[in-house]
T-cell receptor
Framework: QQQVKQSPQSLIVQKGGISIINCAYE??????FPWYQQFPGKGPALLIA?????SEKKEGRFTISFNKSAKQFSLHIMDSQPGDSATYFC????????????FGRGTQLTVWP | NAGVTQTPKFRVLKTGQSMTLLCAQD?????MYWYRQDPGMGLRLIHY???????AKGEVPDGYNVSRLKKQNFLLGLESAAPSQTSVYFC?????????????FGDGTRLSIL
């Protein structure tokens, strides 16, 4: 049973465009929602994270939008650049899961010039 | 500042062989995790540890064993490798696991089982 569902599986965006990746969850006990970025040949690295007490968090060109009632959250990458080409994973965890993260299946983003 | 180091980086095994993957972290983290990454499947948790001498099963533990004899090291063992275990294996660590502590990942071990 997949705890976090992520879409799309792959995404191609033109340079300067907006990239949007969506995730949905069922477990209402989740209270931490990070996004990880992974470049080829490297391990995932934390990009940005949000708690459910806020509806949006922005860091530079990256924004998380969170809809608690719909149990959905999304990553928006504004002014997408070729250097943003990577695989993105959403994840979720609760305070009771001893740090355990439940990952989505990933989105491979390609930004072409 | 090394962070999380995984050895080896690449390995090819024959079916039935055994091997151990080593993960070392220098951040004094309590929690450590082993994941496998397969195309279209994301990151799946194999085993994890909440402290020295403790381990627990994750989502896909069958065919793997782990040990955490020292706080900084977390070993993943394959007793009898099978082709289905061909994957990229990632180790991660985090501070005491309140839900907002990020996991720090190594760069992976690429394992092929022939």
């Amino acid at each position: 049973q997949q705890q976090v569902k992520q879409s799309p599986q792959s995404l191609i965006v033109q340079k300067g465009g907006i990239s949007i990746i969506n995730c949905a969850y069922e477990n209402t006990a989740f209270d931490y929602f990070p996004w990880y970025q992974q470049f080829p040949g490297k391990g995932p690295a934390l990009l940005i994270a949000i708690r459910p007490d806020v509806s949006e968090k922005k860091e530079g060109r990256f924004t998380i939008s969170f809809n608690k009632s719909a149990k959905q959250f999304s990553l928006h990458i504004m002014d997408s650049q070729p250097g943003d080409s990577a695989t993105y994973f959403c994840a979720a965890s609760t305070g009771s899961t001893l740090g355990r993260l439940y990952f989505g299946r990933g989105t491979q983003l390609t930004v072409w010039p | 500042n090394a962070g999380v180091t995984q050895t080896p980086k690449f390995r090819v095994l024959k079916t039935g062989q055994s091997m151990t993957l080593l993960c070392a972290q220098d951040m004094n983290h309590e929690y450590m995790y082993w994941y496998r990454q397969d195309p279209g499947m994301g990151l799946r948790l194999i085993h994890y540890s909440v402290g020295e001498g403790t381990t627990a099963k994750g989502e896909v533990p069958d065919g793997y064993n782990v040990s955490r004899l020292k706080k900084q090291n977390f070993l993943l063992g394959l007793e009898s490798a099978a082709p289905s275990q061909t994957s990229v294996y990632f180790c991660a660590s985090s501070r005491v696991g309140v839900s907002n502590q990020p996991q720090h990942f190594g760069d992976g071990t690429r394992l092929s089982i022939l």
